[in-house]
């Protein structure tokens, strides 16, 4: 058994120098969709909603050729955002599912790794690191400066706005400003990344790996990738020129256990089940361990892992066209709340070119954990407005979500069926009756930002 490899990879994490690239493999070992299966089950649905059948053809070529970014594209065009997100949203839901060996193997290096980069939108890595590394979906200048978080690059579960999942999306996402260019080239130049849970097959990874190879300037540092045997040579090739050596575990059972077992044994003795290969490819790096601190090694805990983390409360907002303008200044102050992740914000705004706006209207109300009622005398004059109301109460009524009047342009509000809740602004002196209409929404938000601190943390 040719141990090099493993000490190499051994070497770079004790050195605080590996980072883990998370692919959906991690997940599907609780049972959770690949990428393939999840474009499988988009294509089904759009079947199932009528879609052009040229269209469903479409989707089936690129899921047979392994193009499963344009697949996914291909499904969100046909379904639509609105019908697309939900899909995605029930199918990639790990609520009620154990986390799986493989993501706590990966949580157990947290002492010396430096971070986690994952294609994966559930929350299976965040409760594996039982909320002591921070989330990240939205990556700043400096993130590779920084140490202990799990960029989450496709974003995250329930945060619709944070997804990507088209070409175009992850290049604006990822690389979209020369500052997160620059950044992302110093982390692959500088670091070296444990591939865990890719086939290595599709144009997900081949995506990756091109940017690692034009972001080392052709100089790749070393980077490693766990596989099952029977890489095919031009897939080896591809890799090697990437700067990837590959760790070949016999799977024998057909479970990929060896692969927890091996990141396990990263700081212990090496592993007896590991048979490893690998082919010297160009470039190399040194440790980082006296310029970066490692971080730090929490004390054990006992027992089984804690509850995922809770989701960002989902905010729908009941409005009149004619407020518009409104709304939408109420949104900006409530920025903070959303890059915080407290909160995910929809409105019928967001509806896009042909869907069905009365269904996508009644799903998110249905859904909704807080309900924004903005109260003027056009959204009391508003038929819509009211069936909105009615469901609002009933749902409140049953302990299902919270609602709140916000009072935005002078009217009867105190004889309708919500004058019994608290409005805001407190004063009840609508929004457009302040000197400062900032100053009013300001307030606004702060009376939101309690109500969602209060219900936060019974969501899951």
């Not at 200048?141 to 999942?165: E, Q, S, Y």
């Not at 091109?210 to 766990?226: E, I, N, W």
């Amino acid at each position: 058994m040719d141990e090099e490899i493993l000490e190499q990879l051994r070497e770079r994490y004790t050195s605080g120098n590996l980072i883990v690239f998370a692919g959906a493999g991690v997940s599907a070992a609780a049972g959770m969709p690949t990428w393939k299966q999840l474009a499988e089950k988009l294509r089904d649905r759009a079947r199932r909603r009528s879609a052009d059948p040229a269209v469903i053809d479409e989707i089936q070529q690129y899921i047979s050729s392994n193009q499963l970014i344009n697949a996914l594209s291909a499904a969100r065009l046909a379904l639509g955002p609105q019908d697309f997100n939900w899909t995605v949203d029930k199918e990639l839901d790990d609520t009620g599912r154990d986390v799986p060996e493989l993501a706590r193997a990966i949580a157990a290096l947290k002492p010396k790794l430096k971070a986690v980069l994952t294609t994966n939108i559930d929350r299976f890595l965040e409760r594996a690191f039982q909320g002591e590394w921070r989330m990240v979906d939205r990556p700043a200048g400096d993130v590779a400066m920084d140490r202990c978080f799990i960029l989450k690059l496709h974003g995250t579960l329930r945060a619709w706005d944070t997804w990507v999942f088209s070409r175009d999306q992850y290049d604006r996402a990822i690389f979209g400003s020369p500052l997160l260019q620059d950044a992302f080239g110093a982390l692959y130049r500088t670091h070296s990344i444990l591939f865990v849970g890719f086939g290595l097959a599709d144009d997900n990874i081949d995506q990756t790996l091109a940017r690692v190879r034009a972001l080392s300037g052709g100089q790749p540092p070393m980077h490693f990738a766990l596989l099952p045997k029977g890489v095919p040579p031009f897939r080896r090739r591809l890799l090697e020129e990437s700067g990837v050596r590959l760790i070949v575990y016999e799977n024998q059972a057909g479970d990929h256990a060896e692969v927890a077992q091996i990141l396990l044994g990263l700081d212990a003795a090496p592993s007896p089940v590991l048979t490893a290969t690998w082919s010297q490819g160009p470039g190399s790096i040194g440790s980082i361990r006296d310029i970066l601190p490692v971080c730090p090694s929490p004390a054990p805990q006992a027992g089984p892992l804690p509850h995922a983390a809770p989701r960002p409360v989902r905010v729908f907002f009941s409005y009149a066209s004619r407020d518009e303008e409104l709304l939408a200044r109420l949104e900006a102050q409530m920025t903070p709340l959303r890059r915080e992740g407290l909160i995910a914000l929809w409105h019928s705004g967001k509806i896009g070119a042909g869907e069905d706006t009365e269904r996508a209207i009644g799903e998110q109300l249905e859904a909704a954990d807080l309900i924004l009622l903005l109260v003027s005398a056009s959204y009391l004059a508003s038929e819509q407005g009211d069936a909105q109301v009615a469901r609002a109460m009933e749902r409140r009524a049953a302990g299902q979500a919270v609602v709140v009047p916000i009072l935005l342009r002078p009217c009867d509000w105190e004889t309708t069926r919500f004058a019994e809740l608290q409005a805001v602004p407190r004063d009840k002196k609508p929004v457009t009756k302040w000197p400062d209409e900032d100053e009013a929404f300001l307030q606004v938000v702060r009376e939101i930002r309690a109500v969602v601190t209060k219900l936060r943390p019974s969501l899951r």
